[in-house]
Structures are given as structure tokens and as C-alpha cells.
């Protein structure tokens, strides 16, 4: 670790933008290629807006039966059918055991790929979306690419905590979980971060997790309660019900560490 | 049989008996760190932080800290069960004793409990806390079994309004009569007056913490469950948490951090889908699985520290010393596959297991 501590290290840039309306984009913001990959529960009410944020949706197996019958009523459009025929999702990938065949057929239909990996028993439904959204993405596009998962938190709890563990596998991309309520990714310690908060969409309420393994010195800029080489642990200190004081919040840390912020209400 | 208290700690060769640290007395605000020696002779060292933003500090004693310092590897913990001889070859040493077995049962969720359970002299007593998300769907069993009820803050919304929505075609006040809290807690920021009025006016117990910002509701609510168990043993003590999963990601965390600084209390957490609890690296466990209630589905997760050596059996694929840990292996999506589950680890894990959709 010693050459590391020498050499100032690489800094990673944080931004909500893809929670704001999309004629709102703030000149500044570095040009990301969003994915979007909807897994099996309730749609997050601001889905409309992530939608049209991707170039790429990825449903993932009963991900398209929740675009199917949930989007209509996100929408002002005047019927189911029209709303149907607008949401297409390009690919729509997993074991495909929670999909519903009129679902499936409907999509089919629409042009979307099925990729059927149900003979891959060993990785999650979420775990083969990532992996192929990884191999299909040219290396020169690789540092712009984000991905926006939605339905990766709350269910089952083992499902949520294989979900996690996802961040930490492919802790190489950057990999967003969205919910009604907040948002959660992964700050690498390989990097110092800058997170750039759009408060008009998210906050006030923030925290830091060492859900991998404890941290024995973080610290961070512009939370209400900063951490200053601070040790965090299971069982003792994590940073939880902290408030975000400022546009840019630094955090750097010799763990892994899980960010989260609220969402505010957004339509 | 009794259920081993956690709090105790075998004495070893060379180790005076440590001093129980789960006690009720309230710490003094403000405190600075501190670090001192418990154990004559030892290594072994207890580090007490109060941060201004944490919950105060409870650390018991089957929890040790072998503190980390500066960029130093870390160095899993050896299994409990392994046989080397300290070093220096005392010869007086003995073989590290077997762990103590800890014994889990959900038979709280099953419409009606075993009656020799409820009539033994060390049953269980248990007690609810609901905090602030929908209700689950056994929340009026859950009311029903336990003796000691409490909502934290906005909790009590949530009973108010959930409680006649379980039981439609019944009269609303009626229903928020018959499932009245004991006591509300928290810093009361989100309970809102009218619900505070009509169980104050039932006699519920009201206290306000506001002062206190420094831990959560559910620590607040744990704390006060300890100073007034509702059974005449706290070792029997089990308290059921509704409303912890889910909803913010921080309050979850902050939830969870809460088995862990409670790890000498069992705290099971529950949602509508699964339940999770604390298996503390001190103790083998024995999970007695009910599949009328629960599973199939289960994991066992590794949340804040890797395991280097985890060993279960009954389920459908078994750790035998795996390695565990973010990032690497998740035992998840397992299957139960057997009555009884049992689990030795190195590391405190986490349980977890499905709910059965009973209605």
C-alpha cells in the first residue's frame, strides 16, 4: 500500500443527472452512457424519466412483466396499448422462469432480443444482465458507460444481498441501484470520489457503509458529519442518517465503501 | 432447555472471567475513547468510541476487538475450533473448548405455538417493536404472541392505519383498541398527533427521546425492551422487529448494525418475504426450520467482515470451511434442506430465510 499512499490517486466523479428531466442536463456533465436493467419488483415512479435517459434497457426475466403492466400507469397516455408500444425493452435476459408467456410473446413480437440463460443456475438473473452488458461494451466506451438497476433493493433479503455483492464483483463499473426511496453504489478504494449532488432531485439524507470488510480510516468533505480518518465498522461506527451539507461531497477510504442518498419525491 | 446466555464467555487457562458489558446502566454522554486492558495477562483489549453521530456504545463481551492499525493486512481470525497451542508452549494449556450451541426457532409465526412451549418455565418471551413501514401481513400474530409491544415513532402510524386494514369488515377503533402499544419511543419527528393522542389516551406509555440524536429509534426501542423485559429471564428474551427491511438503505444498515451491537440479544428482523437474524461467531447454531412457515430459500451473508472459514449442514449446498466474503462468495438463493440447519463460522454472519405467504 505504501506507493499508493505516495502517488495522489485517480479521482472519480459522481452525478445524479440521469434523475433530472432530460432537457435539464447541466452543461457540465461528463457524457455517460446510461444501461438500464428493471428487475422483478415495483417500478421506482420516476422509471419515465431513467427510461429515457438509456440508449440500452435490459429487462431482467420478470423485470418485463413489471414494464409491461406497471408503466401504464405511470404515463398519461390514453391507453395500456399505446404505453406497451412506446417501453420496448432492447433485450430481456435471465433464466426466464418469472416472465409471463404473454408477456415474453408481446416483446418478441416488438423486435425485443430474448437471451434464454436458464441453463446458467450458478449467477443471479442481475449477475448475467451485468456480465453481458460488460462483454458487449467496446473498452473505449467502458469509462462513459453507467448502468441504472431498478428493483435491486427491498424483496427478499438474500436476493438483495447477492444484488450487493454485484457492486462488489464488478466494482470496475459503475453500477447505480434506484428505489423509491434512494440510491445506493459502490466508492471503490481504489479511487478518491466527488460526488456531485443534485439537490433538487436527491438528499438530504446520506450514509457510508463497510459492508465488505471495515474501514480503519475514512474521510470525507461536505457532509454535516464528516468523517476524518474516522474507523467504520459492523458493530460499531457506519456512517447512517447523515445529511448532505454541500453541492460536492469527497470521500476517500482504505475499504470499500456503499454510498446512499435519498431520493427526494420525484414524479 | 435454557438458552445459553450470550454473555457469558468460558474461562480459559490463563483468563480471569470477563465482566458482562451488556449491562442496562446508561452510559454518560460524552465520554472520551477509551481503551483498557479487561483481562490481566491478555492481549485482548475493548475499545469504546462515542462519535457524535453513532449509537452509544454497547459492546458485549462475547464481541472482541483486535483493533486494526494503519494499513496492516487484514488477518482472518483463526476458527474457534482450532487445536494450536498458544504461543510461548504454555504448558499448562488445554485445547480451546467446544462452542457453546445457540438454538433458533421462528415457531412464533405458526398460527398456534406448540402449548408445552408456552407453558415450560424458560419459554421464550417475546417482544414487538414496529417501526415505520407498512405492516406485514402476520403483524396481529405477531401482536398476539408477544407481552411487551412498542412502536418507535412513526411506528405508531403505521399501527393506527395498518392495523384495520388486516382486519376488514371489523370497526377501526375497536381494532386499534384491541392492538394498543405498551409504549411509543423515538424522537417523535414522525408520529403524528392525533395517533399520539388516541393511544396516550389508552394508556400507552409516551416517551420522548428527542434529546437524543445520536442513535437510532429501533436502538432506542432495544434499549428500553432491555431495562423492562417482559419475562422474568432477559436470556429468554426474543424481540421481533417489524418494518427494519427495506424502505431507506441507511435506516436498513442502521438496522442491522443494531444485531450487531446488540449481538447479545436475539433480534430477528422481519418483512414480508424473509426474516434475518445475527449467528455471532461465539456460538455453533442450530436453526430449527419450520417448512409450513418458512423457507426454502436462505443465505448466509457476510455483512462488514469476511469469513475465512464457514461450515454448515443442511442445506442443499453446504459450506464446508468456505470462504466467505463481498466481493467473492455469498452463499444466497440456498436452499434448506433438512429440519435443522447448522452453522459454525469465524465470522458473526447473517441469517436469513423466506416467509411462506401465509394468510
Not at chain 1, 24 to 35: D, F
Not at chain 1, 68 to 77: K, S, V, W
Not at chain 1, 101 to 122: A, C, L, M
Not at chain 2, 201 to 228: M, P, Y
Amino acid at each position: 500500500m505504501l506507493w499508493r499512499t505516495i502517488r495522489s490517486m485517480d479521482v472519480m466523479v459522481h452525478s445524479s443527472s440521469f434523475l433530472l428531466p432530460k432537457i435539464h442536463q447541466p452543461a457540465k456533465t461528463p457524457a455517460n452512457n446510461y444501461t438500464l436493467v428493471v428487475l422483478n419488483q415495483h417500478l421506482p415512479r420516476f422509471m419515465p424519466r431513467l427510461w429515457a435517459h438509456a440508449k440500452l434497457r435490459i429487462c431482467a426475466d420478470g423485470g418485463a412483466n413489471r414494464i409491461f403492466y406497471e408503466m401504464p400507469q405511470m404515463t398519461n397516455d390514453q391507453d395500456c396499448e399505446t404505453t406497451r408500444n412506446r417501453y420496448i425493452p432492447e433485450i430481456i435476459e435471465g433464466d426466464m422462469d418469472s416472465i409471463r408467456p404473454e408477456v415474453k410473446r408481446f416483446y418478441s413480437n416488438q423486435g425485443s432480443t430474448i437471451s434464454d440463460k436458464s441453463h446458467n443456475q450458478e449467477t443471479t438473473d442481475l449477475h448475467k444482465c451485468i456480465s453481458s452488458i460488460r462483454h458487449r461494451t467496446p473498452s473505449h466506451e467502458k469509462s462513459d458507460l453507467c448502468v441504472l438497476v431498478t428493483g435491486a433493493l427491498g424483496g427478499r433479503f438474500d436476493h438483495e444481498a447477492a444484488n450487493i455483492n454485484v457492486l462488489y464483483v464488478f466494482s470496475d463499473m459503475r453500477i447505480i441501484f434506484l428505489s423509491d426511496d434512494c440510491l445506493i453504489q459502490l466508492l471503490p478504494k481504489t479511487h478518491q470520489h466527488e460526488i456531485n449532488i443534485e439537490s433538487s432531485v436527491e438528499g438530504p439524507h446520506c450514509g457510508l457503509f463497510p459492508i465488505g470488510a471495515p474501514s480503519t480510516s475514512t474521510t470525507t468533505t461536505g457532509l454535516k458529519w464528516n468523517l476524518s480518518e474516522a474507523k467504520m465498522r459492523f458493530g460499531s461506527m457506519i456512517s447512517t442518517s447523515n445529511i448532505v451539507d454541500s453541492e460536492k461531497v469527497t470521500v476517500q477510504s482504505d475499504a470499500d465503501l456503499l454510498w446512499t442518498i435519498s431520493l427526494r419525491n420525484l414524479t | 432447555m435454557p438458552l445459553p446466555c450470550r454473555q457469558q464467555l468460558r474461562p480459559g487457562p490463563n483468563r480471569q472471567r470477563l465482566r458482562q458489558l451488556g449491562s442496562t446502566k446508561k452510559r454518560k454522554k460524552g465520554y472520551a475513547p477509551s481503551t483498557r486492558p479487561l483481562v490481566k495477562g491478555s492481549n485482548l483489549c475493548f475499545l469504546f468510541v462515542k462519535h457524535k453521530y453513532t449509537n452509544s456504545f454497547r459492546v458485549p463481551c462475547s464481541l472482541l476487538i483486535i483493533s486494526y492499525s494503519g494499513s496492516a493486512p487484514h488477518r482472518p481470525r483463526r476458527p474457534r475450533h482450532a487445536t494450536s497451542p498458544p504461543p510461548g508452549g504454555d504448558q499448562s494449556a488445554i485445547a480451546p473448548m467446544p462452542l457453546p450451541t445457540m438454538t433458533h426457532s421462528s415457531s412464533f409465526l405458526l398460527p398456534s405455538p406448540p402449548a408445552e412451549a408456552a407453558a415450560a418455565a424458560d419459554a421464550v418471551a417475546y417482544a414487538v417493536i414496529v417501526l415505520n413501514q407498512r405492516l406485514p401481513r402476520f403483524a396481529s400474530l405477531l401482536w398476539t404472541r408477544a407481552q411487551l409491544r412498542v412502536c418507535a415513532d412513526g411506528g405508531a402510524n403505521r399501527l393506527f392505519d395498518g392495523m384495520p386494514e388486516l382486519h376488514p369488515g371489523e370497526d377501526p377503533d375497536e381494532v386499534r383498541a384491541r392492538y394498543k402499544p405498551d409504549a411509543i419511543k423515538g424522537d417523535m419527528d414522525s408520529i403524528r398527533p392525533e395517533v399520539k393522542e388516541f393511544y396516550s389516551n389508552l394508556g400507552a406509555k409516551i416517551v420522548d427521546e428527542s434529546h437524543d440524536q445520536d442513535t437510532t429509534d429501533l436502538h432506542k426501542c432495544i434499549s428500553f425492551i432491555t431495562r423492562n423485559p417482559p419475562g422474568p429471564d432477559k436470556a429468554n428474551l426474543c424481540i421481533l422487529v417489524l418494518g427494519a427491511l427495506g424502505g431507506r438503505f441507511d435506516h436498513e444498515m442502521g438496522n442491522i448494525n443494531v444485531l450487531y451491537r446488540f449481538s447479545n440479544i436475539k433480534i430477528i428482523l422481519l418483512s414480508d418475504e424473509s426474516l434475518i437474524f445475527l449467528l455471532p461467531k461465539t456460538h455453533n447454531h442450530e436453526i430449527l426450520v419450520d417448512q409450513s412457515i418458512e423457507g426454502p430459500h436462505c443465505g448466509l451473508i457476510p455483512m462488514g467482515m469476511p469469513s475465512s472459514s464457514s461450515t454448515t449442514t443442511g442445506l442443499r449446498w453446504n459450506l464446508d470451511n468456505t470462504s466467505m466474503s463481498y466481493g467473492g462468495l455469498v452463499s444466497t438463493s440456498n436452499i434448506v434442506d433438512d429440519k435443522k440447519v447448522m452453522v459454525t463460522s469465524d465470522s458473526d454472519l447473517i441469517w436469513t430465510i423466506s416467509l411462506r405467504n401465509h394468510t
